[in-house]
């Protein structure tokens, strides 16, 4: 169990690989370290199943609690579902990874990536994707690599590589880059309205170091002997493609030119040429060459139909620079939007449309109890926005089972939630939970930035004070040669057949989120900027038209959403507001009907759908809290009479007691020849003990009308900063 060790000086900071050492039986594996962060990637290559024509990659990315030192606080008592977190950095390794295979392999390949050790400096996420590489490649599957992954944060004028939990919650910026020896293969992106110059010039940052990673790895491969297996496509019979090429080039050529057709319409019209294309097979000779191919395979025509169908699009764009609907490269479909779509009962809504594509956000206003609590080995605060985002398949006009959120729906609604994530209001300001669903009512590309649309319009129907709008764009790429042309907005066939899937989601000033996925095996950064350039002119065209639907967010919230009111009291007196067992406070949420929240700085939040009952609360917590000094004079009522005295509330939640020789001057025998409960006295305090107790006294202090001293005035709430 030796194993090898090597190391890389990556940016002042040392990353251990070990190879040979750990999963003995894995096709490859690979410990990959850096300062107390273990990840544990292997890579592992089964023969291929009947009848599949796709390439059956699986991506998985495992957390253990124990690597944070931790039990799972499930009833189990260990891990189970994976949480968000795990998926979204499932998704991480699998998009850089899958263009890197070659097309034809049909093998079944897994890469599992557990996090075995966390220190909270160094995000486990990018030595995943790093490490996923090199266990391919010591697998010895067929991969047109090395990659590798970087993180790229912003800390005032500074790009900082790979920086810490703390330093990507500071920064402007949190961007991962993955690349090969190609060029850029996949962006990441969450950003503080960045404008475009800032956002390309990270990128870059970030390729260079990929570049430095990629080396190390071929570096360790030639050390250890290893080479590195080269895709060899198997030999096809191209008599089927060289036939459909033949018969069918004309007529699907004609129908991609008819602009003016739906997507249905076009769609529908594909199928009769393959359908015709099919009968005209089945009656060529039983021993024609072309029929036996399409009997041993019943796939065989669908698959090459779809290549020829692709390779005219992709020559009507770049030759005529003609897409299928007739829009110019840069051109933006037709856009709808409205806002107040549905009953104030639902607190906020918004209906994005962008061509055949149309999302229905909604926005729910919710108390700071709300907050999804994260478990998992993240360090990080509780979630107070979540974006949640579902894609029925009637959004395609398709059939099938209505399971939990995929992989796929986790990942939009992530995306999603980034954007808007850098424009929503200070917590200390509007202290609201808040939680958006973007259903997909109608699928034609770009959903994932159709639902950052719906989101900014719900948003605003819902009266949350959003810094600026965001507005998303999703961009695409055809690449023949040395021929590129870049796609504004693409709808579903341009994404199904095209090269890129770049998703650009930002304000008027900047970039709040980027998503980059690849079909190729990499793109020059200077190609990635010319996207990312081109795409600001079509968010801000987006976002004017979404300001027609709503300029500004509402003035009032609905009438169904709480009321919070919030405050901050002294940290050490948050025991007293709670009371012993929390009696206190439940005390005071029954009394008036409300909820109370306490953070641990002393916020309190009080959230009630009546203003009245919320001030209510306020008044008794600020009295509760109120620091009181002795020889003040207050006005209150008696509470409660014991046989050694009576209590007052001289502020409200706050008690104090008059012992029965404080009553009067003269003696008194029985508490209620002087006072009884619901009296209002005037009362001054005499001392407070060394518990805290309030001591009381009426002696010498006028009563009913008689001139007193005035009551000095409250102390103020602090406010919040």
């Given at each position: 169990m030796q194993g090898q060790t090597q190391s890389i000086s990556f940016d002042g900071r040392e990353i251990r690989l070990t190879t040979g050492r750990y999963a003995p039986q894995a096709g490859g594996s690979v410990m990959m370290e850096c300062g107390d962060t273990s990840v544990l990637v292997t890579a592992t290559r089964s023969t291929g199943r009947e009848g599949i024509d796709f390439l059956p990659l699986i991506c998985d990315y495992e957390e253990r609690l124990y690597a944070a030192g931790r039990i799972p606080g499930s009833f189990m008592r260990r891990e189970g579902r994976p949480p968000e977190r795990a998926t979204l950095i499932a998704r991480l390794i699998d998009r850089p990874m899958r263009p890197l295979f070659p097309s034809w392999m049909r093998d079944d390949l897994q890469i599992v990536a557990t996090c075995l050790s966390l220190d909270e400096r160094v995000p486990a996420d990018v030595l995943a994707v790093t490490g996923a590489s090199m266990a391919t490649l010591l697998a010895g599957i067929p991969f047109q690599g090395p990659m590798a992954a970087v993180r790229v944060g912003l800390l005032g004028d500074d790009f900082v590589l790979n920086p810490s939990y703390r330093e990507i919650e500071r920064g402007d910026l949190d961007l991962v880059v993955a690349g090969t020896p190609d060029g850029v293969v996949m962006v990441e992106a969450g950003a503080n309205q960045l404008p475009e110059g800032d956002v390309i010039e990270a990128i870059d940052f970030g390729y260079e170091a990929v570049c430095e990673l990629i080396k190390a790895q071929q570096s360790i491969l030639k050390d250890a002997g290893i080479k590195q297996v080269q895709p060899e496509p198997p030999t096809q019979d191209t008599k089927l493609s060289t036939y459909l090429e033949k018969n069918c080039s004309k007529s699907i050529g004609e129908v991609l030119k008819q602009f003016e057709q739906t997507k249905a319409e076009r769609d529908s019209k594909l199928d009769a040429i393959?359908?015709?294309?099919?009968?005209?097979?089945?009656?060529?000779?039983?021993?024609?060459?072309?029929?036996?191919?399409?009997?041993?395979?019943?796939?065989?025509?669908?698959?090459?139909?779809?290549?020829?169908?692709?390779?005219?699009?992709?020559?009507?764009i770049i030759k005529q620079g003609k897409r299928v609907d007739g829009r110019k490269l840069d051109e933006v479909r037709t856009i709808t939007s409205a806002a107040g779509v549905l009953p104030k009962r639902v607190h906020g809504s918004g209906l994005f449309q962008r061509g055949l594509t149309q999302v229905l956000s909604t926005a729910t206003l919710g108390t700071p109890s709300d907050a999804q609590e994260m478990d998992d080995l993240n360090p990080g605060p509780e979630k107070t926005y979540l974006h949640h985002y579902n894609f029925p398949p009637y959004s395609v006009g398709e059939t099938r089972p209505m399971r939990s959120p995929g992989r796929r729906e986790v990942g939009h609604g992530s995306l999603a939630e980034r954007a808007i994530i850098p424009v929503l209001p200070p917590k200390d300001t509007f202290p609201y939970v808040l939680r958006v669903v973007s259903e997909v009512l109608s699928s034609n590309g770009?959903?994932?930035?159709?639902?950052?649309?719906?989101?900014?319009?719900?948003?605003?129907?819902?009266?949350?004070?959003?810094?600026?709008?965001?507005?998303?764009?999703?961009?695409?790429?055809?690449?023949?040669d040395a021929e590129i042309r870049i796609l504004t907005d693409i709808q579903g066939i341009e994404d199904f057949l095209g090269d890129?899937?770049?998703?650009?989601?930002?304000?008027?000033?900047?970039?709040?989120?980027?998503?980059?996925?690849?079909?190729?095996?990499?793109?020059?950064?200077?190609?990635?900027?010319?996207?990312?350039?081109?795409?600001?002119?079509?968010?801000?065209?987006?976002?004017?038209?979404?300001?027609?639907?709503?300029?500004a967010p509402r003035t009032s919230l609905s009438p169904h959403a709480p009321r919070l009111l919030s405050f901050r009291i002294d940290p050490e007196l948050i025991g007293t507001v709670i009371g012993p067992g929390g009696r206190t406070i439940k005390g005071i949420t029954e009394r008036t009907n409300t909820k109370i929240d306490i953070e641990d700085g002393g916020i309190v939040t009080i959230a009630s759908h009546d203003g009245a009952a919320a001030e209510a609360a306020q008044r008794i917590?600020?009295?509760?809290?109120?620091?009181?000094?002795?020889?003040?004079?207050?006005?209150?009522?008696?509470?409660?009479?014991?046989?050694?005295?009576?209590?007052?509330?001289?502020?409200?939640?706050?008690?104090?007691?008059?012992?029965?020789?404080?009553?009067?001057?003269?003696?008194?025998?029985?508490?209620?020849?002087?006072?009884?409960?619901?009296?209002?006295?005037?009362?001054?305090?005499?001392?407070?003990?060394?518990?805290?107790?309030?001591?009381?006294?009426?002696?010498?202090?006028?009563?009913?009308?008689?001139?007193?001293?005035?009551?000095?005035?409250?102390?103020?709430?602090?406010?919040?900063?």
């Open positions: 393959k359908a015709k294309t099919a009968e005209a097979i089945d009656s060529l000779k039983e021993d024609d060459a072309v029929r036996k191919s399409v009997n041993a395979n019943s796939k065989v025509l669908s698959n090459n139909f779809k290549a020829l169908t692709k390779k005219l699009m992709r020559e009507q770009s959903t994932s930035m159709g639902s950052v649309c719906g989101s900014t319009l719900a948003l605003m129907d819902a009266g949350v004070p959003l810094k600026a709008p965001v507005s998303g764009a999703a961009m695409g790429l055809i690449k023949e890129m899937d770049f998703k650009v989601a930002g304000t008027k000033d900047g970039i709040t989120a980027l998503q980059m996925d690849m079909k190729i095996t990499g793109l020059p950064v200077k190609t990635i900027a010319e996207a990312v350039n081109q795409a600001r002119p079509a968010r801000i065209h987006i976002l004017e038209k979404m300001l027609e639907a709503i300029d917590i600020e009295g509760l809290t109120r620091k009181v000094n002795e020889g003040e004079v207050f006005s209150g009522t008696i509470t409660r009479i014991i046989p050694i005295g009576a209590f007052v509330e001289i502020l409200p939640g706050k008690e104090g007691m008059i012992h029965i020789s404080q009553l009067s001057e003269a003696r008194v025998e029985k508490v209620d020849d002087v006072v009884k409960v619901g009296d209002e006295v005037t009362v001054r305090i005499r001392e407070i003990d060394n518990r805290g107790r309030i001591n009381l006294t009426l002696r010498g202090v006028p009563q009913n009308g008689e001139e007193t001293q005035s009551e000095p005035a409250p102390t103020p709430v602090a406010p919040l900063n």
